[in-house]
C-alpha cells in the first residue's frame, strides 16, 4: 500500500458535505458501510430538492407560468446531466422509479420481439432485478434462460459465455458489477459476444455507475439500467439508457398524459424520445436530486473516486484476511469493487449485523437478493458484505475489524 490516502481525495472535507456521518447510533459514531443498498445524500443533493419544493413547486411540460417552466427547464437539464455522465443522447435518458423498473420495463417492452424457444441469457451473479423479470417472461412465452457460469475466481466464464451466446440468442443481460462478489464485468466483450449473435445486450449498472466511469458508447450497450440512490441521489429515480434507434421502435409501456403528441377518442400518437417513455407526472424533485448528484460526483471526479476505493477496498480485504474470515471477492484488484461480502464460520449474517450495529457499524446481511448466486453457487445461507463509498476511510474498516473481533467473543470464536 505505497499511496497516502489523502494525497487522492480531501476525504475529511468530503465528509462535511454528509451530515448524518455525524450521527450517534447506540452511543457510537455512525460508520456507515452499506453503500450497496443505497449510498447517503451530500447537502447539496437535499439543497437542490429543497430548492424545488420551497422556490419552485409546480409540474413539468403542462404550465407556462414561471414556476412550471422552470420546473421544466431544472427537469429537463437533468436528463442532460445524466446523458452527458455517461456519454448519450438527450432522448436516450429515460426516468424511470430505479434499475428494478428499467429493468421491468425492457422485459415488458421486448416481449413482442421474442417467441417460443429463444433464448435469454443472464449470469449466475445476477441481483432478482435481473433474474426475475426474465424468467417470469420466459414461463409466460415459452423461452429459454440460460445462465453464465463463474469461475474460481468469481469471475463470468467468458469460454462458457461463448458456448451458450448463439443465433438462438435474442437477449443477453448482465450486471456490471456483482452486488455480492463485487466483480467489475467486461460488459464491453459480453456485449460483443451478444452483438455477434444478432441479441440485444442490457447492463444492469446499479452497482456500476456510482463507481466507475461510464460510456455507454465504449461499452456499446443497447440499453443500460441504473438507480439515483446508489450514486448520492434520492430514492425513488433511476435511468433507462436506450439506443436511440432501439427506442423509437419500441411500444411504451405505460400510457396517459405527458407520453402522447395527440389524442383521439380512436387512436393515439406517441410524444418524441424520452417522453414517450415518461408517462404521468415524473418524480421532479429526485430527477433534479439526481442531477445535482451527478454534479457532485463530477467535481470530486469518477477517476479519483475508482482510485480511492480500490485503494480503501485492498486495505478492508487485508484487515479482514488478518482475522481470518472468509471473503468471496476476485483477487484482482483491477477487477474488484468496493463491495467485500464475507463469512465467519460458527455465525449467522443477521448476528453479525446486529452485533456490529451495537458498535454504529452498518453493514448488510443475508443474500443480497441475490439468491442463486449466494445459496446455490456459493453454498452460503447467508453473507456479511461491507461496501464501500468515497467518503469511507480506512479508520472506519479498522473499527469494523474491531467490532467483528468483539461479535467473534460473543460467540467464543477464536
Ligand atoms: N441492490 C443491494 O443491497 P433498485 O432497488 O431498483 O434501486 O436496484 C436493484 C438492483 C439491481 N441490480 C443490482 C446489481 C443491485 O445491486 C440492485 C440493488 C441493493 O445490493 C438492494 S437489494
Known amino acids: ?112 420481439r421474442l417467441k417460443e424457444g429463444d433464448v435469454i441469457i443472464l449470469s449466475e451473479m445476477e441481483h432478482h432485478s435481473n433474474l426475475v423479470p426474465w424468467q417470469q417472461l420466459a414461463k409466460e412465452k415459452k423461452l429459454i434462460v440460460k445462465y453464465i457460469k463463474i469461475n474460481e475466481d468469481f469471475e463470468l466464464d467468458l469460454e462458457h459465455a461463448k458456448k451458450i451466446i448463439d443465433k438462438k440468442t435474442k437477449i443477453v443481460s448482465v450486471t456490471h458489477v456483482s452486488n455480492v462478489l463485487g466483480t467489475i464485468n467486461d460488459v464491453k466483450k459480453i456485449g460483443e459476444l451478444a452483438h455477434d449473435a444478432g441479441a440485444i445486450f442490457i447492463v444492469d449498472s446499479a452497482q456500476g455507475i456510482p463507481h466507475l466511469a461510464i460510456d455507454v458508447k465504449k461499452i456499446d450497450c443497447d440499453f443500460f439500467c441504473f438507480s439515483g440512490h446508489k450514486m448520492l441521489g434520492p430514492t425513488g429515480i433511476g435511468v433507462l439508457y436506450g439506443k436511440k434507434e432501439l427506442l423509437e421502435k419500441l411500444d411504451p409501456f405505460l400510457f396517459g398524459g405527458e407520453m402522447i403528441k395527440e389524442v383521439g377518442f380512436e387512436d393515439s400518437k406517441w410524444n418524441n424520445l424520452p417522453w414517450k417513455f415518461e408517462a404521468g407526472t415524473p418524480n421532479i424533485a429526485g430527477g433534479i436530486g439526481l442531477g445535482a448528484a451527478i454534479d457532485y460526483l463530477n467535481k470530486i471526479g469518477t477517476e479519483k473516486i475508482r482510485e480511492y476505493e480500490e485503494y480503501l477496498t485492498e486495505y478492508g480485504i487485508k484487515r479482514l484476511n488478518e482475522i481470518g474470515v472468509k471473503i468471496y471477492c476476485p483477487k484482482n484488484p483491477k477487477i474488484r469493487s468496493g463491495v467485500i461480502s464475507f463469512k465467519i464460520n460458527g455465525m ?60 467473534k467473543e460473543v460467540f467464543q470464536i477464536i
Open 1 to 112: 500500500m505505497k499511496i497516502k490516502p489523502d494525497s487522492m481525495l480531501d476525504v475529511g472535507k468530503i465528509r462535511k458535505d454528509f451530515s448524518i456521518l455525524n450521527k450517534m447510533i447506540n452511543g457510537k459514531q455512525l460508520i456507515y458501510l452499506d453503500n450497496g443498498a443505497t449510498s447517503l445524500t451530500p447537502e447539496p443533493v437535499i439543497g437542490a430538492m429543497n430548492e424545488y419544493y420551497g422556490e419552485y413547486n409546480a409540474n413539468v411540460h403542462r404550465s407556462i407560468h414561471s414556476i412550471g417552466e422552470r420546473a421544466t427547464r431544472e427537469y429537463e437539464k437533468a436528463h442532460e446531466k445524466v446523458a452527458r455522465f455517461i456519454n448519450a443522447d438527450f432522448e436516450e435518458i429515460i426516468f424511470t422509479k430505479g434499475t428494478t423498473e428499467s429493468l421491468n420495463t425492457l422485459a415488458y417492452c421486448l416481449t413482442k
Open 348 to 407: 449467522h449474517a443477521h448476528d453479525v449485523v446486529a452485533l456490529l450495529d451495537r458498535e454504529g457499524v452498518a453493514i448488510r446481511g443475508g443474500h443480497m437478493c441475490a439468491m442463486p448466486l449466494v445459496t446455490k453457487v456459493l453454498n452460503e445461507n447467508s453473507l456479511c458484505r461491507a461496501s464501500l463509498y468515497f467518503y469511507n476511510t480506512p479508520e472506519e474498516i479498522d473499527k469494523l475489524v474491531g467490532g467483528i473481533k468483539k461479535a
